[in-house]
């Protein structure tokens, strides 16, 4: 028996004219999937999204909307019969249960899709709010409430008070499929989410490079990918085991000291050049994958200028590695609103702990800024790493993660206690 309902507010889906029927079905089997260790019902009319299920079963429900991608917000909903007397009531329990919570102030907005109703949205307001009102429950403010209280006469009445907010976007899998380039930093969760934002399904591929970086480093970035799936509905990261690799670039460089420039016929030591180096060997094995997987574009989380070897010179040298778009949707953020995002994601606390990434370990004191092509063409023949790039990406480990795994051990968990 159904005893708690929901009601969604769809985000920019409903600006998509003749597609939109195919994004709200998206949006459906997205909530379907995400919901499905659980007894639910799932309704779209109008543009709204209803779910109905157990009382049990609210906490996960609300666990799910808080992170689903294509809606706006969410609330938990009264569904009740069309007359006054009900709806009255109906606000008189949102408010009381607000002021129980400290709220002191209330306005209420209606909706009236029913046009059949004998009350037009400000006479239905006006006669909900007086005994909430008269009884000073709480008192009318139009301009900043505690509470607004919503009504919306559809082919039932809706009544419900302050909304949660959600995601927004557009439902994850109506633009094609992206290979996030997956590293244990604040920025690429963040950059993967954005994309997610989009519509994009999501798979990571992670370089790992023991044992130089620890075990507890790939389980940081095996526990982002997990938290990015509670966005994403599931999740695949490619680990890349890139030991030899890192060893191969840093033992070359070591035979090739220094090189003549192609840009200013000028000598500079090739060592500067070991993170850009690394970094294009890495868009390379990421090609493979994004091959293979059927990716339509590779997404990194670089940001312009956030640290020196991020210009646009050498930004131009990494995504010439590959022949897929190369996203960078935090390109033009700053740190503090890519910390905001990364807090909102709950990714920020597992990003900041310490464990040091491949890219960190073997990092030159004054890397190159502004690297030209010919000189890192050149000396990626000279690394002879293809091999290399071939086995690491046929020898790669693959983990899943299901958003509907996480509801799964909540309720996994919630038995346990009782």
Same mark, same amino acid.
């Given at each position: 028996?159904?005893?708690?309902?929901?009601?969604? +507010?769809?985000?920019?889906?409903?600006?998509?004219?003749?597609?939109?029927?195919?994004?709200?079905?998206?949006?459906?089997?997205?909530?379907?999937?995400?919901?499905s260790?659980?007894?639910?019902?799932?309704?779209?009319?109008?543009?709204?999204?209803?779910?109905?299920?157990?009382?049990e079963? *609210?906490?996960?429900?609300?666990?799910?909307?808080?992170?689903?991608?294509?809606?706006?917000?969410?609330?938990?909903?009264?569904?009740?019969?069309?007359?006054?007397?009900?709806?009255?009531?109906?606000?008189?329990?949102?408010?009381?249960?607000?002021?129980?919570?400290?709220?002191?102030?209330?306005?209420?907005?209606?909706?009236?899709?029913?046009? *059949?109703?004998?009350?037009?949205?400000?006479?239905? *307001?006006?006669?909900?709010?007086?005994?909430?009102?008269? +009884?000073?429950?709480?008192?009318?403010?139009?301009?900043? #409430?505690?509470?607004?209280?919503?009504?919306?006469?559809?082919?039932?009445?809706?009544?419900?008070?302050?909304?949660?907010?959600?995601?927004r976007?557009?439902?994850?899998?109506?633009?094609?499929?992206?290979?996030?380039?997956?590293?244990?930093?604040?920025?690429?969760?963040?950059?993967?989410?954005?994309?997610?934002?989009?519509?994009?399904?999501?798979?990571?591929?992670?370089?790992?490079?023991? #044992?130089?970086?620890?075990?507890?480093?790939?389980e940081?970035?095996?526990?982002?990918?997990?938290?990015?799936?509670?966005f994403?509905?599931?999740?695949?990261?490619?680990?890349?085991?890139?030991?030899?690799?890192?060893?191969?670039?840093?033992?070359?460089?070591?035979?090739?000291?220094?090189?003549?420039?192609?840009?200013?016929?000028?000598?500079?030591?090739?060592?500067?050049?070991?993170?850009?180096?690394?970094?294009?060997?890495?868009?390379?094995?990421?090609?493979?994958?994004?091959d293979y997987?059927?990716?339509?574009?590779l997404?990194?989380?670089?940001?312009?200028?956030?640290?020196?070897?991020?210009?646009?010179?050498?930004?131009?040298?990494?995504?010439?590695?590959?022949?897929? #778009?190369?996203?960078?949707?935090?390109?033009?953020?700053?740190?503090?609103?890519?910390?905001?995002?990364?807090?909102?994601?709950?990714?920020?606390?597992?990003?900041?702990?310490?464990?040091?990434?491949?890219?960190?370990?073997?990092?030159?004191?004054? #890397?190159?800024?502004?690297?030209?092509?010919?000189?890192?063409?050149?000396?990626?023949?000279?690394?002879?790493?293809?091999?290399?790039?071939q086995?690491?990406?046929?020898?790669?480990?693959?983990?899943?993660?299901?958003?509907s795994?996480?509801?799964?051990?909540?309720?996994?968990?919630?038995? +346990?206690?009782?």
């Amino acid at each position: 028996m159904y005893t708690e309902s929901y009601l969604c +507010q769809l985000g920019e889906l409903t600006l998509k004219g003749g597609n939109l029927k195919t994004f709200e079905k998206r949006l459906v089997d997205n909530a379907r999937s995400y919901l499905s260790p659980l007894d639910i019902k799932i309704q779209l009319r109008a543009g709204r999204m209803y779910i109905d299920c157990r009382k049990e079963d *609210s906490q996960a429900v609300e666990f799910c909307l808080s992170r689903l991608i294509g809606i706006t917000g969410w609330a938990k909903t009264q569904v009740i019969d069309k007359n006054l007397d009900a709806i009255k009531e109906a606000v008189m329990r949102e408010a009381l249960f607000a002021k129980e919570r400290g709220a002191k102030t209330f306005k209420i907005e209606t909706r009236r899709s029913d046009k *059949s109703f004998p009350l037009n949205s400000y006479e239905l *307001s006006a006669q909900a709010a007086s005994d909430v009102h008269s +009884q000073a429950i709480l008192q009318v403010n139009l301009h900043k #409430p505690d509470l607004i209280i919503r009504i919306e006469v559809r082919e039932k009445c809706f009544v419900y008070g302050n909304a949660h907010k959600a995601p927004r976007g557009l439902p994850v899998g109506v633009s094609n499929k992206g290979l996030l380039l997956l590293s244990g930093g604040i920025d690429s969760p963040v950059a993967g989410y954005r994309m997610m934002r989009r519509g994009m399904k999501v798979e990571s591929i992670y370089f790992h490079a023991y #044992p130089y970086t620890s075990v507890e480093a790939q389980e940081k970035v095996e526990e982002l990918a997990r938290k990015l799936s509670l966005f994403g509905l599931e999740t695949a990261l490619n680990i890349i085991h890139f030991t030899e690799v890192q060893l191969k670039i840093r033992q070359q460089l070591k035979e090739i000291p220094t090189f003549i420039s192609k840009l200013d016929n000028k000598e500079k030591k090739t060592e500067a050049y070991s993170t850009l180096l690394l970094r294009f060997c890495m868009m390379k094995t990421a090609s493979l994958l994004a091959d293979y997987i059927h990716a339509s574009c590779l997404i990194s989380g670089e940001s312009l200028g956030q640290v020196a070897s991020q210009t646009i010179e050498n930004l131009a040298i990494t995504e010439a590695a590959s022949p897929l #778009p190369l996203l960078r949707p935090l390109i033009g953020l700053d740190k503090e609103e890519i910390v905001e995002t990364a807090r909102y994601i709950d990714s920020y606390e597992t990003s900041i702990l310490p464990y040091e990434d491949c890219c960190v370990l073997f990092s030159p004191k004054h #890397p190159v800024l502004k690297a030209h092509i010919e000189d890192v063409l050149f000396l990626y023949e000279a690394l002879k790493v293809d091999a290399l790039i071939q086995e690491a990406f046929e020898k790669r480990e693959i983990k899943i993660y299901r958003a509907s795994d996480s509801i799964r051990k909540m309720l996994e968990d919630k038995n +346990q206690k009782n």
